[in-house]
């Protein structure tokens, strides 16, 4: 069972538009439709953003999107906002075995 | 409302066995799976189990033989019990609801291993 691959860091101005990605495999990104993405603020309990690939939970602001091609699932965060800036986690099923669930090593998202 | 509260030792020494138990409020604990998740202290989330009120579970392969989760649905909280603790198991321990992906979480307990 190996982490997906998530970039460390990536920054944007107020405003603007960031996506980060997650890379996997075809057993787990590329085989399902079940990534989801958290928001963690530091000393606090992440946060789901997106499920299912694309679905917003009630609350998650209309900013946030979801989206996947083949293995890379990728998170967009249109309109940027201070308080957008935290960790993000990506996570998937992962049916090798049994259905295990892994997660990205997370992305830094910086606000300018 | 729902509520996950994780309660536990915040400490243990090598080689003992850590407990923790999530108490689970405002939904109900025979409807949906419950989860484990784990983050060292400036790392990344680490999956460690879940559990299905029928009382099936399934553990991350790397902690497989350490690892048991359990369900209490009488008293509405399910628990962790993890063996040979060194100090690589020192995390905040998070409980969750969901298996394909967590939607409540709770607020996370540190569990530092040390003698």
């Known amino acids: 069972q190996s982490a997906l691959t998530q970039s460390p860091s990536a920054s944007g101005s107020p405003g603007q538009s960031v996506t980060m990605s997650c890379t996997g495999s075809s057993s787990d990104v590329g085989g399902y439709k079940y990534v989801s993405w958290y928001q963690q603020h530091p000393g606090k309990a992440p946060k789901l953003m997106i499920y299912?690939?694309?679905k917003r939970p009630s609350g998650v602001p209309d900013r946030f999107s979801g989206s996947k091609s083949g293995n890379t699932a990728s998170l967009t965060v249109s309109g940027l906002q201070a308080e957008d800036e935290a960790d993000y986690y990506c996570s998937s099923y992962e049916g090798t075995n049994n259905f295990d669930v892994v997660f990205g090593g997370g992305t830094k998202l910086t606000v300018l | 409302q729902v509520h996950l509260q994780e309660s536990g030792p915040g400490r243990v020494k090598p080689s003992e066995t850590l407990s923790l138990t999530c108490t689970v409020s405002?939904?109900?604990?025979?409807?949906?799976?419950w989860s484990w998740i784990r983050q060292p202290p400036g790392k990344g989330l680490e999956w460690i189990g879940y559990i299905y009120y029928s009382g099936s579970t399934n553990y991350n392969p790397s902690l497989k033989s350490r690892v048991t989760i359990s369900l209490d649905t009488s008293k509405k909280l399910f628990s962790l019990r993890l063996t040979s603790m060194t100090a690589a198991d020192t995390a905040v321990y998070y409980c969750?609801?969901?298996?394909?992906?967590?939607?409540?979480w709770g607020q996370g307990t540190l569990v530092t291993v040390s003698s």
């Open positions: 405002g939904a109900s604990i025979t409807s949906y799976y």
């Open positions: 299912d690939v694309t």
């Open positions: 969750a609801r969901g298996a394909t992906y967590s939607d409540y």
